[in-house]
Nanobody
Framework: QVQLVESGGGLVQAGGSLRLSCAAS????????IEWYRQAPGKRRELVAS???????NYADSVKGRFTISGDNAKNTVYLQMNSLEPEDTAVYYC?????????WGQGTQVTVSS
């Protein structure tokens, strides 16, 4: 099994920055990719960014050029650096670990961007 703990959320003004962390523990060798999702009130959960075990990254069009996903293998942690935040980025952000067996989800961290 894999356990995920997100942190780094908070309240920030539009144009500001936050860095989210997703710390993995347990059977981390089974992880093939880590994804960041977000879910705003009344909306579907959407994929924001992903990074695989080879370091390849992908981003949603809405965050390209503003968000950067990166990983620190020594710390078993994936980061989501979020710059130029907009009120539309307000959501609960979740990390998801993909393995060959099951996906594992963290508990989420709230990001609120004020205008």
């Amino acid at each position: 099994q894999v356990q995920l703990v997100e942190s780094g959320g908070g309240l920030v003004q539009a144009g500001g920055s936050l860095r989210l962390s997703c710390a993995a523990s347990g059977d981390t060798d089974s992880i093939t990719a880590i994804e960041w999702y977000r879910q705003a009130p009344g909306k579907r959960r959407e994929l924001v960014a992903s990074i695989n075990s080879g370091g390849a990254t992908n981003y949603a069009d809405s965050v390209k050029g503003r968000f950067t996903i990166s990983g620190d293998n020594a710390k078993n942690t994936v980061y989501l650096q979020m710059n130029s935040l907009e009120p539309e980025d307000t959501a609960v952000y979740y990390c998801n670990a993909l393995t060959h067996a099951y996906p594992y989800w963290g508990q989420g961290t709230q990001v609120t961007v004020s205008s």
